[in-house]
């Protein structure tokens, strides 16, 4: 048996969520450019889950149910409450979701109806535990979220605890857009393993969940952070960068197993990046990033993806390093419950083969005489 370490370039299944074709990524055949120009968040996810933008109508309804599903259950949030504090966000997400799974009735419903309603709960739910999870461990109480705020808006105002700035609103939906769907990445694919022995939807999230927190998927935005923090200045980089890439240490926000001529979504957040530097006159995250994207491109070839600018970004934004996989999650979690979705469509048992390449023809051996 020959084998593609780590999949690579094996064609799984087939999707008609999003593709990645020629370096362009689309969402149900809408390029992702256009989109982040042009749409919002709820439109996206609409878009993901029906295959299609919604009407005026049913935009307002998916907004009312975001609105109305937003709220925890309190057994939800009292476990929250009672979690050491230093537990990395990722795990208390992790945790809630599956909790969540206890306290839905039609957890075992595995019909489109009840799904897709699930999609929209666990969508509405996610930023509330983000919010409460952040606001605990720093000692205050957690808000409720607000009956009449978009997503993006109701999100900044359940951090923060007051009126949100819209700039920081429209920069949290535009990264929501660009973070919704990509293939079949690893967190994706590992939804869609535990959908197709057929378990519910909750255990295939908490599955992507676990999956989307490790470093060389999700978890990476954080460690960009980490590596801007380490290098702190911009006479630092050149030093601290090549250092590791002496050390052969991995630079964190560079490459992609897909892309190779970079992430179309890079540009949209390096933009972000450099207008909120502007905007905050706190230029530095900013040009020791693009300080770094151009000494890793010149010497590796490997170009930024789509963590690396969404690090400084959310730091302009006030929102601490460890609570950014967390918000990658808020957002992917629309393609992963529509990645359930299909599945659930056309279902087969995912199971590969491994090629053994332990030894054989080994006897049992009476544990006195080992
Ligand atoms: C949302 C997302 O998940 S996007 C990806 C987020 N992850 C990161 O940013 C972590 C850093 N990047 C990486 O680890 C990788 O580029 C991955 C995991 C994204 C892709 O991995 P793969 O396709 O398996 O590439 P692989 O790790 O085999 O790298 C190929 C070569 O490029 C090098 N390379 C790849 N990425 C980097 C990097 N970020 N920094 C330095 N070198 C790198 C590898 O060391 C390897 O070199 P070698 O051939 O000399 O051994
Ligand atoms: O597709 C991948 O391998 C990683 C991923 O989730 C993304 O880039 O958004």
């Keep these: 048996m020959s084998v593609a370490k780590g999949l690579e370039g094996v064609v799984a299944l087939n999707s008609q969520i999003s593709s990645i074709i020629d370096g362009v990524l689309t969402y149900r055949g809408m390029n992702i450019d256009e989109l982040t120009e042009k749409a919002n968040f709820e439109e996206v ?40 504090k230093e537990t990395h966000p990722m795990a208390v997400l992790r945790t809630g979701v599956s909790a969540l799974g206890l306290y839905d009735p039609h957890a ?55 009126e949100p700035d819209p700039v920081a609103v429209k920069a949290i939906d535009k990264a929501l857009i660009l973070h919704a769907d990509h293939e079949l990445n690893a967190s994706t694919f590992a939804a869609r393993v535990t959908t197709a022995t057929l378990s519910d939807m909750y255990s295939a999230i908490t599955t992507a ?30 030093e601290v960068i090549n250092g590791k890439l002496d050390n052969k240490e991995k630079i964190m926000g560079f490459g992609h197993r897909v892309y190779k001529n970079g992430d179309p979504r890079a540009k ?69 419950t529509a990645h359930v979705l299909e599945q659930y469509n056309d279902n087969r048992l995912i199971r590969p083969r491994a090629a053994y390449t332990g030894p054989t023809n080994q006897s049992y051996i009476p544990i006195e005489e080992r």
């Design 45 to 84: 996810m609409f878009l993901l889950w029906n295959g299609r933008l919604p009407s005026q109508s049913e935009l307002d309804q998916l907004k009312q149910q975001l609105a109305a599903q937003a709220k925890l259950p309190m057994g939800v949030l009292d476990q929250i409450k009672s979690y050491p």
């Design 108 to 162: 075992e419903d595995n019909s489109k109806e009840a799904n897709l309603s699930k999609a929209i709960s666990l969508t509405a739910k996610l930023p509330t535990i983000v919010a409460a999870l952040y606001r605990i461990r720093n000692g205050l109480e957690p808000v409720l979220p607000h009956p009449e705020y978009g997503f993006a808006q109701n999100f900044v105002y359940m951090l923060h605890g007051k």
């Design 209 to 238: 969940i676990g999956t989307l927190k490790g470093p060389l998927h999700g978890g990476a935005n954080e460690q960009v952070m980490a590596t801007l923090q380490e290098i702190g200045s911009l006479d630092r980089v050149d």
């Design 268 to 336: 949209h957040l390096k933009e972000m990046s450099r207008q909120l530097a502007n905007q905050t006159k706190d230029t530095t995250w900013y040009e020791m990033s693009v300080k770094i994207h151009e000494l890793v491109e010149g010497k590796k070839g490997l170009k930024p993806n789509v963590d690396f600018y969404s690090a400084s970004t959310y730091h302009y934004l006030g929102i601490p390093r460890d609570l950014f996989t967390p918000i990658f999650a808020m957002s992917r979690v629309t393609g992963w």
